[in-house]
Every structure is written in structure tokens, then in C-alpha cells.
């Protein structure tokens, strides 16, 4: 039987008592949560109190906003460097309430994490924490001191070594956004919609280390059957729709960041099915009430 695993998208404050019901009817292995629980203006606890009462295993990758108010927020986007020396000092202690209203529930980041069904065990391995995306490092000083990471080259090292150090050969990379290399256009899986065709900033606005990790893992001997991420939400800038799941060779890449991810009465995750010898993800709206 297919390990089936849950895929929640960038929750953004819309996650509740009747999420947790729906997906812990739904029979998954396990639930991967892409991060940013929290608002502009909400910190994101109600909803991990909320993750914290699921009976289905579930990890959450922290986002760009989780543990980063919105003053540390802004001065993170246009790289303010002395407004983020103001703003960052109270990120480690933010991250651990965090960790504490998530219960049982692993706040993850550089972590390796086994999940075995039946007929097929991978290991997940979760990436760099509170990606902003792009080449800049964000957040340096929490990664710093959490996780002894300083740099986007020190990053990368790690994240190799969390590949070296999987105990199976099948790899599902957790990210809160996703590799570079799949961002040429604004529609992309993960282009950059925001700040105009003029921007400084790349088109591409894909993680460079988890490019390298994943490269890595292939060129180790590894199979990356899928890589899962959010960030960048489906709805783009000026009008249109992301594409949000890509097939690159033995690999899936999905965004799971429907955002507002409860519309209209509906609420969406993807079901993400993995067999020995496929990947499959299908967009889920469920209307339970
Ligand atoms: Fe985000």
C-alpha cells in the first residue's frame, strides 16, 4: 500500500479543531506542515495549539513568518540591516514558545525524521528553517545560534550532511520554500511575482542550498522522491495561478500554498502518494463543517 502522507500549505491563522478532524479521518501516515502559521498580525500559536491535538504524526517546517513580527519581517524583506539588529534579539525565545504550544508536535530544520508504512520507509529530511527565499541568508542570527549555521555556504554544508546521515535511501526534502532552478518565469513553481519585471532581486527565487541538497542526494546515490515547500502562493501577483506541482526527473516538487488556504468554505491540503515506483499529489478541498 502506498505511504500516504498530508500536505498542509502555508496556513497564514486558517487552521482549526474541524482541520484536525478532517486530516486525522484521512488515514495519513503523517502530516508535513510548510510553515508560516502565523499572520501579520497573529503569532501563529492558536494554530500550533491546534497542530498539537492531532493524533496523526506530524512535523512543521517554521516559515519566514513564523517567530518574526512584523517589524523583523519588514526589515528581513528589504535586508534593513540595523532595523534587523533591533528587531531579532527576541527570535529564539519567540521560536521556542512556539516549539512549546506545539506539544508533541517537532518545531523541524536541519533534521532528519523516519516515517515506515507498510511496503515503504523514507527518511524526511527538513531543510533550512524560516526561508525567506532567495540567495540572501535570513534570520542569521536565530539560525546562528539554534543551529550554528552563520552562512548560506555553512547551510549548505549542513544540509549534505543530514543527506549523508539518512538512514534510508528514499528522501522527501520538507522546506518552507523550495529549491532554486525551477524559477525562470513569475508563474513558476517557485518565481518571484512581487516587485516588478525591474526588481534587483532574481526571477528565481528558489533556495540555492536545498538546489545543492538535492543534487547532492541524487548524485549520492539516493532517491529524492519528492521535495515540499510553500512560500510562494499559488495566487500570483497580477493575476493568474502558479503552477504547483512539477515532475523533474525521479523527483515531485510540490507547493502546497494555496493561500488563503480555507476559501469559500473550502479547505485545502494535498494528498501526497508514494509507491515504490511513484510519486502522486492531488490538491484535496474538503468542505467538513
Ligand atoms: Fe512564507
Not at 499572520?39 to 498539537?52: E, K, N, S
Not at 502562493?233 to 510540490?254: F, S
Amino acid at each position: 500500500m502506498d505511504m500516504r502522507l498530508g500536505l498542509v500549505g502555508d496556513v497564514h491563522t486558517l487552521f482549526d479543531a474541524r482541520d484536525v478532524a478532517q486530516l486525522d479521518a484521512s488515514s495519513y501516515d503523517a502530516l508535513l506542515f510548510v510553515g508560516d502559521l502565523a499572520g501579520y498580525l497573529d503569532d501563529g500559536r492558536t494554530v500550533a495549539r491546534c497542530i498539537a491535538t492531532l493524533a496523526t504524526p506530524a512535523l512543521v517546517m517554521p516559515g519566514n513568518h513564523d517567530a518574526a513580527p512584523l517589524p523583523h519581517l519588514a526589515a528581513e524583506a528589504f535586508g534593513l540591516e540595523r532595523l534587523i539588529r533591533l528587531t531579532e534579539l527576541g527570535q529564539d525565545r519567540r521560536c521556542a514558545r512556539l516549539r512549546r504550544a506545539l506539544g508533541k508536535v517537532p518545531l523541524v530544520g536541519y533534521s532528519v525524521h523516519d516515517l515506515v508504512s507498510d511496503d515503504l520507509s523514507i527518511t524526511v529530511v527538513a531543510a533550512r528553517p524560516h526561508s525567506f527565499g532567495g540567495t540572501r541568508l535570513a534570520f542569521a542570527r536565530h539560525l546562528a545560534s539554534r543551529h550554528g549555521i552563520d552562512s548560506m555556504q555553512a547551510s549548505t554544508r549542513r544540509l549534505r550532511e543530514l543527506v549523508d546521515a539518512a538512514t534510508h535511501q528514499d528522501l522527501v526534502f520538507l522546506a518552507h520554500n523550495g529549491p532554486a532552478g525551477l524559477g525562470d518565469a513569475p508563474h513558476s513553481i517557485w518565481g518571484r511575482d512581487f516587485g516588478g519585471s525591474h526588481s534587483s532581486l532574481p526571477r528565481d527565487f528558489g533556495d540555492p542550498d536545498l538546489r545543492d541538497a538535492i543534487a547532492y542526494a541524487t548524485s549520492s546515490g539516493r532517491r529524492v522522491r519528492a521535495v515540499v515547500a510553500g512560500h510562494m502562493h499559488h495566487g500570483i501577483k497580477g493575476g493568474g495561478e502558479r503552477i504547483w506541482q512539477l515532475q523533474r526527473d525521479d523527483t515531485l516538487y510540490v507547493n502546497a500554498a494555496r493561500v488563503p488556504r480555507i476559501r469559500d468554505g473550502l479547505r485545502h491540503h494535498v494528498r501526497l502518494s508514494l509507491s515504490k515506483r511513484q510519486a502522486h499529489a492531488e490538491a484535496q478541498l474538503t468542505t467538513r463543517s
